[in-house]
C-alpha cells in the first residue's frame, strides 16, 4: 500500500506556471505507475499524464500536451508536474495516482492523494 500526498496548487494568472509534488510512503515507489488527474468542478475526473516505472515513458493528455511536464525521482519517492502556459480551463482539483499499469484510466490506478486545488485567473 502507498500513501499520496500532494502539494504546490494555488492561485495564478493564465500564462503562469506552476509545480505540482506528490510525495509516496509505505511502500516501493519504483513499483508503481504513477499519475495526474483533475476534476473540475460539476466535472467527471480526467486524465492527465502519466509516467512509467523507470520514467522513461510518458503519455499526456491532448489538453495539456508542450504545456505540462512530468518527471519522478524514484530515489526521493515524489513525482511532479510543471505546469506552464496555465489556461483558466486548466482550474481544477488535481489528484496524484499510483497504479499497475499506465493507463489514461482512473479505474487502473488503485492509490490516490487527497487532491490540490490549482485556480488559473484570466
Known amino acids: 500500500q502507498v500513501q499520496l500526498v500532494e502539494s504546490g496548487g494555488g492561485l495564478v494568472q493564465a500564462g503562469g506556471s506552476l509545480r505540482l509534488s506528490c510525495a509516496a510512503s509505505?511502500?516501493?515507489?519504483?513499483?508503481?505507475?504513477m499519475g495526474w488527474f483533475r476534476q473540475a468542478p460539476g466535472k467527471e475526473r480526467e486524465f492527465v499524464v502519466a509516467i512509467s516505472r523507470s520514467g522513461d515513458s510518458t503519455k499526456y493528455a491532448d489538453s495539456v500536451k508542450g504545456r505540462f511536464t512530468i518527471s519522478r525521482d524514484n530515489a526521493k519517492n515524489t513525482v511532479n508536474l510543471q505546469m506552464n502556459s496555465l489556461k483558466p480551463e486548466d482550474t481544477a482539483v488535481y489528484y496524484c495516482?499510483?497504479?499497475?499499469?499506465?493507463?489514461?484510466?482512473?479505474?487502473?490506478?488503485?492509490?490516490w492523494g487527497q487532491g490540490t486545488q490549482v485556480t488559473v485567473s484570466s
Open positions: 509505505g511502500s516501493t515507489f519504483s513499483w508503481y505507475v
Open positions: 495516482a499510483a497504479g499497475g499499469v499506465s493507463s489514461y484510466y482512473s479505474k487502473s490506478y488503485a492509490y
